[in-house]
């Protein structure tokens, strides 16, 4: 059966926070480990449904990753200029990895920034994520080094810049 992309539903709120804090703590993507602040902020996945879109990828009734898809304009845009949607905690069970379901999820943020007339995508990315990057550069996303920027002011770690003009 093919992987579907839609809305998640309240029910699953919990298990995205998981999949996705998970996904962030087996990459060795979060500086301090359990203790790292932002894992609680990948654990609420309802604070982020009630400021943004979360969608989730879903194949026979299984939950295999989620992203959350920022409106032009929305209260959750980290980098956004006006006119451009922006995609954060993009996140795959490490068991689903390979299976298409980054690049459906990614696919369904663009079309849906296509849909609103957005006048493009950015997003952020950690240096090691390697897949995610090569699923964003297969869609036509172009590295914007100028926009990389800083989340922790006085702190060395940088997160790099993709964008797509739609």
Request: hydrophobic share 45%.
């Amino acid at each position: 059966m093919d992987i579907v992309i839609r809305p998640v539903e309240p029910g699953e709120y919990g298990a995205l926070g998981e999949i996705t804090a998970r996904a962030y703590l087996q990459d060795g993507l979060l500086a301090f480990g359990e203790s790292d602040w932002y894992l609680e902020e990948l654990r609420d996945v309802a604070k982020r449904a009630s400021a943004a879109d979360v969608l989730v990828a879903v194949r026979d009734g299984s939950l295999l990753g989620g992203v959350t898809f920022v409106p032009a304009g929305g209260p959750m845009a980290d980098l956004a200029r006006p006119g451009e949607a922006e995609i954060r905690m993009l996140a795959v069970d490490r068991a689903a990895r390979g299976q298409g379901a980054g690049e459906a999820l990614v696919r369904a943020c663009v079309d849906r920034a296509r849909a609103s007339e957005c006048t493009g995508v950015v997003l952020s990315t950690q240096q090691k994520m390697h897949a995610a990057h090569r699923i964003y550069e297969r869609l036509g996303f172009l590295r914007a080094p100028g926009r990389d920027w800083n989340p922790i002011p006085g702190d060395t770690f940088t997160l790099l810049t993709y964008e797509l003009t739609l």
